[in-house]
Antibody, heavy 118, light 107 residues
Framework: QVLLVESGGGVVQFGRSLRLSCAAS????????MHWVRQAPGKGLEWVAV????????YYVDSVKGRFTISRDNSKNTLNLQMNSLRAEDTAIYYC???????????WGRGTLVTVSS | DIQMTQSPSSLSASVGDRVTITCRAS??????LNWYQQKPGKAPKLLIY???SLQSGVPSRFSGSGFGTDFTLTISSLQPDDFATYSC?????????FGQGTKVEIK
């Protein structure tokens, strides 16, 4: 079964860190660019970060640059997002998504909720 | 960075209605425009990629069109399962970006 399953969300204090993971199964993970997309409560989707299929390139939305780090382990079919210096505005459901063809996201996980409290 | 603007933000429609949602990019994105459907508490689902290509398994009542800066998603005959939020996404350049979403509600 083709699947992405996120984990690692929870409640964290302002300024602290959290590491999200996304476990992939049912497809050749090492062939796919992978993304993190987030959705604040009641808001629209926001693209967060991408990592190339081989990990050679990484890009971020401006609001998380210098605080978040995307990584992957192709031997373990796992995508990660290390989030440091968390802010209230980082509160959201975080989805991992597979990039297909022309930059569309054809496979999504169910998401993991991150709540940053003061 | 490319900004994506959808209209309307919400609409009310009846089963059987033809529904059109518009997405405008702040600069030309060729055909790098994708559409997603999202229901409450669920992950987004890809409907249309590359402006007009129907994702496998998506009903043919969904269609997309457009090139450059202006794009549309059309539902030819709205079904009960189609009440959801629809979002466009540009994949022309990083940072990828989404429209703010259009909520389709029951009239």
């Amino acid at each position: 079964q083709v699947l992405l399953v996120e984990s690692g969300g929870g409640v964290v204090q302002f300024g602290r860190s959290l590491r999200l993971s996304c476990a992939a199964s049912g497809f050749t993970f090492s062939n796919s660019g992978m993304h993190w997309v987030r959705q604040a409560p009641g808001k629209g989707l926001e693209w967060v970060a991408v990592i190339w299929y081989d990990g050679s390139k990484k890009y971020y939305v401006d609001s998380v640059k210098g605080r978040f780090t995307i990584s992957r382990d192709n031997s373990k079919n796992t995508l990660n997002l290390q989030m440091n210096s968390l802010r209230a505005e980082d509160t959201a459901i975080y989805y991992c998504a597979r990039e297909d063809r022309t930059g569309d996201f054809d496979l999504w996980g169910r998401g993991t909720l991150v709540t940053v409290s003061s | 960075d490319i900004q994506m603007t959808q209209s309307p933000s919400s609409l009310s429609a009846s089963v059987g209605d033809r529904v059109t949602i518009t997405c405008r990019a702040s600069q030309s994105i060729s055909s790098y425009l994708n559409w997603y459907q999202q229901k409450p508490g669920k992950a987004p689902k890809l409907l249309i990629y590359a402006s007009s290509s129907l994702q496998s398994g998506v009903p043919s009542r969904f269609s997309g069109s457009g090139f450059g800066t202006d794009f549309t998603l059309t539902i030819s005959s709205l079904q009960p399962d189609d009440f959801a939020t629809y979002s466009c996404q540009q994949s022309y350049s990083i940072p990828y970006s989404f429209g703010q979403g259009t909520k389709v509600e029951i009239k």
